[in-house]
């Protein structure tokens, strides 16, 4: 049984930092590039960030870009984001997902999307 499990999320104010873990099980980890998405509410899941399987490339969007670090340890199955300097616009639903083509797909939109997790709620409010 395959299982992505996202945790990590909680209430935080404007400029403060969370790192979120996303637990990968019933899949070979090393086989799948891996990837943040996120729903805000009333909009679109949107495209966050991806890395590669051997964690060599790693691509973001540009509403993220150097506030958000993503990283995986292969050895424990787990895949992380690093968020900084949050802002109230990242407020939102985040979700884990494998993907079968490549981080740089993913990054396109043009993944081959395989597994989701359930979500964990980040809320940035003063």
């Known amino acids: 049984q395959v299982q992505l499990v996202e945790s990590g999320g909680g209430l935080v104010q404007p400029g403060d930092s969370l790192r979120l873990s996303c637990a990968v099980s019933?899949?070979?980890?090393?086989?799948?590039?891996l990837g943040w998405f996120r729903q805000a509410p009333g909009k679109e899941r949107e495209f966050v960030a991806s890395i590669s399987r051997s964690a060599g490339s790693t691509y973001y969007a540009d509403s993220v870009k150097g506030r958000f670090t993503i990283s995986r340890d292969n050895a424990k199955n787990t895949m992380y984001l690093q968020m900084n300097s949050l802002k109230v616009e990242d407020t939102a639903v985040y979700y884990c997902?494998?993907?079968?083509?490549?981080?740089?797909?993913?990054?396109?939109?043009?993944?081959?999307?395989?597994?989701w997790g359930k979500g964990t709620r980040v809320t940035v409010s003063s």
């Open positions: 019933g899949r070979t980890f090393i086989n799948y590039a």
């Open positions: 997902a494998t993907d079968e083509s490549t981080a740089q797909a993913m990054s396109l939109g043009r993944g081959r999307l395989k597994d």
